[in-house]
């Protein structure tokens, strides 16, 4: 029951930042711009787990900078076109090639799909479903905040830790004319959103926004208030922040 809750005010959350009217055409609102570059100081660190976990985000230039926000499949990392993505009473269309397309592959880590692979190369991509799990359920979690900013340490079994900023997400406001997935950055500070590269075939109803039949979610990790983590399948075309992940 308490999971049920803590789910259904999220999607209360996402729902009523939907009230604020940004039909009028005048308003633009431009996409966050960020560096692709690996920086230099980007360590990989070794947690006990079966991958190294990179010490920041995709286009970070720091542990807790909350870095890019990143729609899945998308491997220029800019993308964000609603082309070929409708939203109705039944829930979401979708047809076009754009975030791998209507039959994307199982799994985009390490292929020409993985913004990370493309643009960090050496060996590093986005992490799967599965390495996020064991991140996310054999480490230790520590909520920390300093300077405004939180974020979550996440120590593994040997004692060597990352940190996972709250960056939070950009989704889509259904409704909006313009400026599609581009509501946000939303629960900055509140929550953690980060993209897995594994597709989840769901077929009903997703976090509160409904999908046709054979619309393809993908799996992303939430760690929400309490440290709270859950793996759930969210719409492709959602922008959010990726933590990269090198072989051993």
């Known amino acids: 029951m308490k999971t049920y809750n803590y789910l259904f005010g999220i999607v209360a959350i996402l729902l009523m930042a939907t009230g604020c009217s940004k039909d009028d055409p005048d308003v633009k609102i431009e996409p966050p ?3 692709l570059q690996k920086p230099s100081t980007v360590e990989a660190v070794d947690l006990g787990l079966s991958v ?3 010490s920041c985000n995709l286009g970070a230039s720091s542990p807790t ?12 990392g800019a993308l964000w076109s609603a082309d070929g993505i409708s939203y ?5 269309t979708w047809n076009t090639s754009n975030y ?5 592959p199982a799994d985009i880590s390490g292929t020409d799909l993985d913004v990370v692979t493309v643009h960090w190369g050496d060996g590093w991509r986005m992490p799967t479903y599965a390495e996020m799990k064991e991140l996310m359920n054999q480490c230790q979690w520590t909520k920390l905040e300093q300077g405004g900013i939180k974020w979550y340490e996440a120590t593994g079994p040997n004692g060597n830790s990352i940190d996972l900023p709250m960056g939070g997400l950009y989704y889509d406001p259904t409704g909006e004319k313009y400026a599609r997935f581009l509501g946000g950055p939303a629960h900055v ?6 993209w897995t590269s594994t597709v989840s075939w769901t077929q009903n109803n997703m976090r ?5 039949p054979g619309v393809v979610t993908a799996w992303m990790l939430l760690i929400g208030a309490g440290e709270r983590r859950y793996l759930l399948d969210y719409v492709r075309a959602f922008h959010m922040p990726i933590r990269p992940v090198h072989d051993k």
């Open 208 to 212: 509160g926004y409904d999908i046709h």
């Open 33 to 35: 711009v960020f560096s």
């Open 189 to 194: 500070n509140t929550s953690a959103f980060y």
């Open 88 to 92: 109705d009473e039944q829930g979401y």
């Open 52 to 54: 190294l976990w990179a």
């Open 100 to 104: 791998g397309g209507n039959n994307p």
């Open 65 to 76: 900078d909350y870095g890019g926000y990143f729609a899945w499949g998308d491997p220029t």
